[in-house]
Nanobody
Framework: EVQLVESGGGLVQAGGSLRLSCAASGFTFENYAIGWFRQAPGKGREWVSCISGRDSGTYYADSVKGRFTISSDNAKKMAYLQMNSLKPEDTAVYYC?????????????????WGQGTQVTVAS
């Protein structure tokens, strides 16, 4: 059974940092891209970042480029999202998701398993 479990969310002041973790199980981790998405209250789901399977290429939404860093540890089956210089507009529930294959994509329909989410709140 595929499972994804996020952790690491919390309340932080603007300008601060958080590191989100995504623990994966039930599939060959290194063969699939892992994406991070977020959803703010009253807004649609937004793609944030992705790390591809096989070559670990990384991709970012313009809104987080230069502030967020995605990484993974294949041996531990973990993906991470290091978030620096956080802004109040980064407040959202953050989800990790398993892609249909090793290729990164910036839209939700390319992912078929999702974690339960972790809340990130950035206070101004």
């Amino acid at each position: 059974e595929v499972q994804l479990v996020e952790s690491g969310g919390g309340l932080v002041q603007a300008g601060g940092s958080l590191r989100l973790s995504c623990a994966a199980s039930g599939f060959t981790f290194e063969n699939y891209a892992i994406g991070w998405f977020r959803q703010a209250p009253g807004k649609g789901r937004e793609w944030v970042s992705c790390i591809s399977g096989r070559d670990s290429g990384t991709y970012y939404a313009d809104s987080v480029k230069g502030r967020f860093t995605i990484s993974s540890d294949n041996a531990k089956k973990m993906a991470y999202l290091q978030m620096n210089s956080l802004k109040p507009e980064d407040t959202a529930v953050y989800y990790c998701a398993k892609s249909l294959n090793y290729v990164c994509a910036g839209y939700g329909s390319a992912y078929h398993y999702w974690g339960q989410g972790t809340q990130v709140t950035v206070a101004s």
